[in-house]
Structure formats: C-alpha cells, structure tokens
C-alpha cells in the first residue's frame, strides 16, 4: 500500500530560526513528489517538485532534498519568517504507464513560527 | 485569471439532505480535481476529469458521491443524502496538464458540516 508519512506532526520555533520538515514515502513506482504550503483556511500551494533524478530544489528560503533510494525527502525552511505559519504536506506521485495519477498524500506537519 | 472559484465557502446540512458543491476552474486549463480534507485522513483526490470527461473516480468514497462537467468551466460534486461522516473541506484544483510539471492550483475549499 502506498503511504506517506510526514514528521514531526507539530512543530513551534522563533522567527529566524530555521526548520527541518521530514517525509518518507512507501509509493512505488516513483515518478514525482511535491511540497505543498497550507495556510489555515486556503487551499495548498505548491513549493517544489521533484522527480527522481532531482535531489535538492529551492524556492527561496525553502529547500527541498530527494533521496530516491531511502525514499525520504525533507524540506528546510531558512531563517523562518511568522508568515511561515502553515502546514506543509507532503504528495508523492506514482508512474503509471496507463497515464491514471493518483497521488498520496502525507498528512502535514503544522508550523507555528512565534516572533 | 480570479483563480480557481468554489462555492459556497461554507455548508451546514442537516443528515439526509442533498448538497451540492460547486467549481469554476481557471480558464485553459484541461483537468480538473476535487480533493476532501480531514484532521484525521488528510487530503484525498476523489475524482479528476480531463476536458470534461471523468478519468478517475475511484477515490469516491461511495455512490452517495457524485461529481459531473458539463462544461469546460463548471463542476459540480454532489453529496445524496449526505451523512455527519461527510464533513470536510472539500477543494476544487485545475491544471494546465497532468505532467509532473504543472501545478495544481487550488480552490479556497468549501467546508461542509453535516448535523
């Protein structure tokens, strides 16, 4: 079955810190994975994606990493702003040679940035 | 482009009733997607149509669920009778394309509470 499993489930941090967000996936075969940003109320907006020969992509402060062969990705967040508060899911997509997309999704880390 | 439209923002029903849920994507694009979002499942791609026609609707949780586009610019996912289980935020998202490449873009979502 495939799944997403983001860490940690919550996490608080001062303005101007910096953040690791974790996700491993079970999804096979891979074709691409993608962060997403939540805010409270919104609908998610896409940060970054990446396929399997990709192992690092930025969007600003965000910096998504790919490791294919654990099947881990992490996104980092640098010198967090309070408009960082969100959650940030994490979606993998499998390859299918029919064309069907079916992603599975990870069920978000809340970030609370506190000035 | 206003964005992906969604109406209404908020519904309360009462157990047994019809709802209906609404979607205006952004002009041009070819697919589109409705996702249901909960504390405890996260988001789910219930069904996606490419050019008006339904690709995939195995993510429809039961016959209750029903989702139609007639046009390029309107769809509609309805809810018959709809139970206090179906309470969610349910998004509408278009793309351009299904390649990995191109983002989704998401509605504000609909919050649905069924009593």
């Known amino acids: 079955k495939n799944q997403v499993e983001q860490s940690p489930q919550s996490l608080i941090i001062l303005e101007g810190k910096n953040c690791t967000l974790q996700c491993n996936y079970t999804v096979s075969p891979f074709s691409n994975l993608r962060w997403y940003k939540q805010d409270t109320g919104r609908g998610p907006v896409s940060l970054t994606i990446?396929?399997?020969?990709?192992n690092t992509k930025s969007n600003g402060r965000y910096t998504a990493t790919l490791d294919a062969d654990t099947k881990q990705s992490s996104l980092h967040i640098t010198a967090s702003q309070l408009s960082d508060s969100a959650s940030y899911i994490c979606?993998?997509?499998?390859?299918?040679?029919?064309?069907?997309?079916?992603?599975?999704f990870g069920r978000g880390t809340s970030l609370i940035v506190h000035p | 482009d206003a964005g992906v439209i969604q109406s209404p923002r908020h519904e309360v029903t009462e157990m047994g009733q019809e709802v209906t849920l609404r979607c205006k994507p952004i002009?041009?694009?070819?697919?589109l997607f409705w996702y249901r979002q909960t504390m405890m499942r996260g988001l789910e791609l219930l069904i996606y149509f490419n050019n008006n026609v339904p690709i995939d609707d195995s993510g429809m949780p039961e016959d209750r669920f029903s989702a139609k586009m007639p046009n390029a610019s309107f769809s509609t996912l309805k809810i018959q009778p709809s139970e206090p289980r179906d309470s969610a935020v349910y998004f509408c998202?278009?793309?351009?394309?299904?390649?990995?490449?191109?983002?989704?873009?998401f509605g504000p979502g609909t919050r649905l509470t069924v009593l």
């Open positions: 990446m396929t399997f020969s990709e």
């Open positions: 002009s041009g694009h070819d697919y």
């Open positions: 979606v993998v997509s499998p390859y299918s040679s029919g064309g069907s997309y079916i992603p599975t």
């Open positions: 998202a278009s793309s351009l394309q299904l390649a990995y490449t191109d983002t989704q873009y």
